[in-house]
């Protein structure tokens, strides 16, 4: 089964006098990318969750989020305590303030409690001392479940892209016949052309050297000849086909493969010499590109 990098899931929970919510997702990317938010007083929490990911996940860009609370009734989860150094420089602050209003005859209304309370820093968040023990182990319980509906997601998603890169390859292989049918088509042109470079080669030599004439006839074959081109691409579309039917983790393997794709099809271009040949080669190309667009969500 071949997965993609793209999945979603969710869950929710409760138990040991908290409730929580699993968001899980991810996008491609060229690694194995682990980006967890959890709260940080579930100790020890962040680093087993990292570890499982990376056991069951190759690649793609992770995110992990768990937002807990504690259910109505079972106490704060966070409790609060009043700065008294920083209140006291806001009192006289305000007294400044105060005094300086009434030097010059303006009435300042009289703040309350609530509004100094309200000012930030005069409170602070105090944690209470939680035994997060029981809460802990009921979470790493449900994780397993998680990654699994996870994965569930992103071989769903595999299975499309599957059948996008497959029909992808078979335009790709007739392509590939209607080239060959288009250099055969050409090779009357071909041997023109071929005769009149020998003609004007040899219009320019004064001695001619037999070995030297044979090489340049050599390369003028070789720079029109398309068969290793087309034989290379028949190649790399059964080699994708057989990365289809591997599943797993092949997407780095057909990254490499589109670049060798790309490759032969630049090449045909360059040695179409034909209007049909080069159109072909272009509608080549698009598809390649096509496929690679695919290709680098594959896991």
Same mark, same amino acid.
């Given at each position: ?106 009435? &300042?209304?009289?703040?309350?409690? +609530?509004?100094? !309370? #309200?000012?930030?820093? %005069?409170?602070?968040? $105090?944690? =209470? @001392?939680? *035994? ?75 001695? &001619?050297?037999?070995?030297?004439? +044979?090489?340049? !006839? #050599?390369?003028?074959? %070789?720079?029109?000849? $398309?068969? =290793? @081109?087309? *034989? ?68």
């Amino acid at each position: 089964m071949m997965y993609s990098m793209t999945g979603f899931a969710a869950a929710k929970g409760a138990g040991a006098g908290f409730s929580w919510v699993w968001d899980l997702r991810s996008v491609n990317s060229k690694g194995l990318d682990l980006r967890i938010r959890v709260p940080d007083w579930v100790e020890g929490l962040e680093f087993v969750l990292r570890a499982e990911l990376a056991k069951r996940l190759q690649r793609g860009n992770i995110n992990l989020t768990l937002k807990i609370t504690r259910d109505a009734g079972a106490g704060n989860l966070d409790a609060f305590r009043i700065n008294d150094a920083y209140l006291s420089h806001i009192l006289t602050a305000l007294c400044t303030v105060e005094n300086a209003a009434m030097a010059v005859g303006v009435t &300042l209304g009289q703040a309350t409690s +609530a509004d100094v !309370l #309200a000012i930030r820093g %005069v409170t602070e968040q $105090v944690a =209470e @001392e939680t *035994d997060t023990l029981e809460l802990k182990q009921i979470l790493l319980a449900e994780v397993p479940g998680l990654i699994d509906a996870f994965q569930s997601s992103r071989a769903l998603e595999g299975t499309a892209l599957a059948s996008i890169i497959t029909a992808q390859l078979a335009r790709i292989e007739t392509l590939v016949f209607d080239a060959g049918h288009e250099a055969d088509a050409r090779l009357p042109l071909a041997a023109t052309t071929l005769r009149e470079s020998v003609d004007r080669l040899i219009g320019q030599i004064d001695s &001619l050297d037999p070995n030297r004439l +044979a090489q340049e !006839l #050599a390369l003028l074959a %070789v720079k029109t000849d $398309v068969t =290793e @081109e087309l *034989d290379r691409l028949t190649a790399h579309t059964s080699g994708a086909r057989a990365l289809l039917s591997e599943g797993g983790s092949v997407g780095r393997k057909f990254d490499f493969l589109m670049q060798e794709f790309m490759r032969e099809a630049n090449t045909l271009c360059s040695k179409a010499q034909s209007l049909g040949l080069t159109r072909i080669g272009l509608d080549l190309k698009a598809v390649i590109d096509q496929m690679r667009e695919q290709v680098q969500n594959v896991e």
